[in-house]
């Protein structure tokens, strides 16, 4: 075992994977000579040349035109957009094109493509450098979309995505890429996309989340039982779609209560999709409403940013809350 950063451990799922299969191809903004912006891609370009780790023109559509053309050819192009707020030039090809692939060939073709790009707030971004948008990209049928908490997650996660043959949709949190660190065994094994985890097994309440609001929800988890006594059961969805729906729904039948947490806005936010969810197979277990703690329905601040983003004060609120409802 390695102790490693985020970053670290995606670079090592991405240079293992190239040196194993040699039909993956990295592409993107900067990607090559500088290594990313984040330096996720770092030293890739000197091991596997630039037929192999390409530098892009700034052109997201371009980008994942390209890497569509590549899968569908028998490559595996994992392709980087530099920020999640840069996506929405490629919607269009994301939604109508890699996501339609295999439904609109009868299954004869898969597209197997990953695209990663770091998503969501905490380094004082701004409008256009923080946002979530995760969402709209689960509503969409033929993607996955994975988001890791960690780096152990991460690399399984990432090497499990570039084998699928499916194409994936990976955020990466980049308000943890270094702050989060962990073992990160040093050779190959993979996370299964569809599989949350239980981090703590509870009996009080259940706590849902993902990505970079894990670590205030593990904080909030240790306050509720040092402070109250509660007893709480953290769950990590890791992958929104497909959803663990099975894991969910057993912890809210044993608990009864439920929070989920995301830092992207609320309405319409993922949370909404899981409170049905449970509302649907749950109903009869609950001894409270579910309650969501999230993101606000504004655009994502530049000075007030701590005060955008679920925190651990408003985490154990809603626990409280919930438990004495």
Known sequence: ?????????????????????????????????????????????????????????????????????????GLRPVAEIQFADFIYPAFDQIVNELAKYRYRSGGQYSCPLVVRTPSGGGIRGGHYHSQSPEAYFVHTAGLKVVIPSNPYDAKGLLLAAIRDEDPVIFFEPKRIYRAATGEVPEG?????LGKARVEMEGKDVTLISYGAMMVECREAAQKAREKWGLSVELIDLRTLLPLDVETVVRSVQKTGRVVIVHEAPRTCGFAAELIALINEKAFLYLEAPPVRVTGFDTPFPYT???????DTGRILKAIYETVHY
């Not at 370009?45 to 892009?56: A, K, Q, S």
């Not at 190959?188 to 299964?192: L, Q, W």
């Open 304 to 310: 007030l940013e701590h005060d955008y983003l679920p």
């Open 188 to 192: 190959d094994y993979t996370v299964p």
């Open 1 to 73: 075992m390695a102790v490693m950063n985020m970053i670290q451990a995606l670079n090592d799922a991405l240079r293992l994977e190239m040196r194993r299969d040699p039909r993956v191809i990295v592409m993107g903004e900067d990607v090559g000579r500088l290594g990313g912006v984040f330096r996720v891609t770092v030293g890739l370009l000197d091991e596997f040349g630039p037929d192999r780790v390409i530098d892009t023109p700034l052109a997201e559509a371009g980008i994942i035109g390209t890497a569509i053309g590549m899968a569908l050819y």
